[in-house]
């Protein structure tokens, strides 16, 4: 290891090739010190634990997450024990059920651990999954008229609802008892008058854990439905252990704040996923090729995004039928069928990724605007949100993406936005404003649907409103560096000690290491727009990296030039290639030493 100066910026770095100011993530150093003391810990092991909010006497928990230890009491959270009471009543008698849940992952996994815990206890209930084009997102009066008139008796929502005023007011009017178990964001006065409504951000639940994915929600609701089941002498109530894995991925896919109760549902989950227990998680990580223990690079990269491409291009609810199946064929089978479309969503992703950047740098030339808007017809909706979230990497500022229904006469965007510029307040605004047919969100995202012809007022409406928050994100935007480190003192020993402060995610970054004056060697751009290296420094340590999606970036660029010092910044990765147990830096950003010294 070695030291860092953090002024003016880490390694003098005020401004790398990707427009970042380096920054030493900040730490108290009498805090650092005493968990190095109490907890046996390196001393950079030890600041990274102090930077990441974690006080004195709580750092054994964190490195430790036990369900034991954080688990809430499912009473504190509003309307649980109604809840609980109702599913019983239900189970009891024999009504026929359907969890009406959300199309991504955390919906998904919400829904099969209630089937899984009813099967549990001997009755199979339904699931039903809107679809993204025809039906849009959560439930609406059509789908409960069509279940009512099917036979349901009772609807579970899961990842949804809790905003969906004109359904649940539909579901009282036709006798269709509801109960939301949900985690979005609620204003105050918004509880509707359904059977109840479970949701730490419900602006009377004093749980405190606002946190939560639904799928996290949902294991606390199983918690109470054991107790209301033990209450009534009904047995055998299930482990409920052996479902941590879907906990999981819910809470890692939907990018929950992993702390507290969050991060042991995560940890916890991942020791239980890593087993393969779940026929469906099994099969999926069959088919894409993953091995060993889950990790979350397993469940965000190679499990989340296939489970996700039913709803966003295929049959909506592939995800959860392949989350809840005890069958092995049928899992393997949907697991193939979720793989093939996930290629094809990478294949339509790609081809809207293309003519985004084109219409941003080639055609319109507003790269430097404050807000990047970019429309086409018959963009794919399913693929709006990912692309848009690539371009805010790319291009550091909120980008909106609008895909253009011409027969319908109406565009639907995705957002996603740069801290420090809210997106969904400046979208509520437009809306407001009579720009938008509807439209929300939050700071990070957002959601609107526009007519055609007035997306260009829209996007001059957004720029202006944005242009001062986005001034200021600018000059604040940096890469919080948690140690400085050398080609040769990066080896699997380094990687293993930080990882006890895994499973990385909101609330607790992965860590991020800095290496100075390395050369470059070897360079090598790779199908995808990706960048393969080995990184030299002066003592002739060597070091793999790889810098995914940035070919054709400043960055990138730099690195296939052979030769010349540069600093790097990234996230070591262990590299098993033929059983070698080293490791490589997937680079998050580079910068010109000589543009430090000027």
Wanted: aromatic fraction near 4%.
């Amino acid at each position: 290891m070695a030291d860092g100066s953090s002024h003016p910026g880490y390694l003098g770095v005020t401004r790398s090739l990707s427009g970042r100011r380096w920054r030493e993530r900040a730490a108290c150093p009498d805090l650092t010190r005493r968990h190095q003391l109490s907890l046996g810990l390196s001393e950079p092991l030890a600041r990274a634990l102090a930077s990441r909010g974690v006080g004195e006497g709580e750092g054994e928990t964190f490195l430790n997450p036990t369900l034991k230890a954080l688990f809430p009491d499912p009473s504190c959270f509003s309307d649980m024990d109604r809840a609980a009471e109702i599913l019983v009543d239900a189970l009891e008698n024999r009504r026929r059920i359907v969890v009406f849940a959300d199309y991504d992952v955390d919906g998904a996994s919400s829904a099969a651990l209630l089937v899984r815990w009813f099967r549990a206890m001997g009755l199979e209930i339904a699931i039903y999954v809107p679809d993204r084009l025809t039906e849009g997102y959560g439930p609406s009066p059509a789908a409960f008229r069509r279940l009512k008139d099917e036979g349901a008796e009772l609807v579970v929502t899961v990842d949804c609802g809790a905003a969906a005023h004109d359904a649940l007011a539909c579901a009282g009017e036709i006798g269709l008892p509801v109960v939301v178990i949900d985690h979005h964001l609620m204003r105050p006065g918004e509880i509707p008058p359904i059977a109840a409504l479970v949701n730490p951000n419900r602006p009377d639940c004093v749980s405190g854990q606002g946190h939560l994915a639904a799928a996290g929600v949902t294991f606390v609701l199983l918690a109470a439905l054991n107790r209301e089941a033990r209450r009534r002498g009904l047995a055998p109530e299930p482990d409920l252990r052996a479902w941590l894995d879907l906990a999981a991925m819910g809470a890692i896919c939907d990018v929950t704040r992993l702390t507290g109760f969050n991060r042991a549902l995560a940890a916890q989950g991942l020791k239980v996923m890593s087993g393969w227990k779940n026929p469906g998680l099994a099969a999926l990580m069959q088919v894409a090729k993953g091995q060993g223990a889950a990790s979350t690079f397993h469940v965000g990269f190679l499990l989340g995004p296939r489970i996700n491409a039913g709803g966003r291009i295929g049959r909506s609810d592939l995800g959860a039928r392949l989350l809840s199946t005890d069958d092995p064929d049928e899992a393997a089978a949907l697991a193939a069928e979720l793989d093939g479309l996930n290629a094809s969503r990478k294949e339509v992703e790609a081809q809207v990724m293309e003519a985004a950047i084109r219409h941003i740098e080639q055609e319109s030339n507003a790269a430097d605007a404050p807000c990047l808007l970019v429309a086409q017809d018959d963009w794919h909706p399913g693929v709006i949100g990912i692309v848009a979230g690539r371009l805010r990497e790319r291009y550091r500022k909120p980008c909106i993406v609008v895909g253009i229904d011409r027969a319908a006469n109406v565009g639907k965007g995705s957002g996603r936005s740069q801290p420090g510029v809210n997106l969904g307040r400046a979208v509520q605004a437009a809306f407001e404003e009579g720009l938008l047919l509807a439209g929300g969100g939050h700071a990070m995202a957002a959601g609107l649907s526009v007519r055609p012809d007035a997306i260009p007022e829209l996007r001059d409406f957004l720029n202006a409103r944005l242009a001062d928050e986005q001034a200021q994100a600018a000059a604040e935007d940096g890469l919080e560096i948690d140690a400085l480190v050398t080609a040769r003192g990066c080896d699997r020993a380094l990687w293993r000690d930080f990882q006890r402060l895994a499973p990385f995610g909101p609330g607790n970054p992965e860590p991020t290491f800095a290496a100075a004056d390395m050369r470059i060697e070897r360079p090598m751009a790779l199908k995808g727009g990706h960048v393969r290296c080995t990184l030299t420094d002066s003592s002739g340590g060597k070091l793999k990296a790889v810098a995914w999606r940035m070919a054709d970036t400043e960055a990138g660029r730099r690195l296939l030039q052979e030769g010349g010092a540069v600093h790097v910044a990234g996230r070591l990765k262990p590299d098993d290639w033929q059983g070698r147990e080293g490791v490589e830096l997937e680079i998050e950003d580079v910068a010109d030493p000589r543009a430090v010294l000027d």
